[in-house]
């Protein structure tokens, strides 16, 4: 994840939730069961998720898309969310070399966070880097 001041910069303004129901049950589906929220939800933390302080201070992260068509509780997909059952989250594995053969590129360019933005954010355009 990125720090709290790359994701409070790049935050949209405006709250992500119309009011308190809509926001418990967005926590209910993604924060409940997502890693970056456990230690907090056992008390071996004193804060949570960055993400979910954002929105609590009234932005609402790039990291949370928005999704059409959506159900009570479901209107953002989080792209940081790692389900807790899921085994340990990280860095994905570079795919495993096979013995002669040669690589077409440098893959290190190209490895990191890729990001989406919302097309509803041309007023203003997001710097995402990753």
Not at 4 to 32: K, Q, V
Not at 37 to 52: H, N, P, V, W, Y
Not at 82 to 91: A, F, I, K, L, N
Request: aromatic content about 10%; glycine content about 10%.
């Amino acid at each position: 994840m990125r720090t709290f001041e790359e994701m409070d910069r790049d935050a949209r303004e405006g709250s992500p939730f119309s009011n308190g129901t809509e926001g418990e049950c967005w926590t209910a589906n993604w924060c409940d069961r997502c890693v970056h929220d456990k230690a907090f939800r056992e008390g071996k933390a004193s804060t949570g998720c960055d993400l979910m302080l954002i929105a609590l201070c009234g932005k609402t992260p790039v990291e949370w898309m928005r999704q059409d068509g959506f159900r009570l509780g479901d209107q953002y997909h989080c792209i940081e969310f790692r389900d807790e059952r899921e085994g340990p989250s990280g860095p994905p594995k570079p795919p495993p070399q096979i013995p002669g053969q040669g690589l077409l590129f440098d893959p290190e360019p190209y490895e990191g966070v890729r990001m989406f933005r919302d097309v509803v954010d041309e007023i203003r355009p997001a710097e995402v880097s990753s």
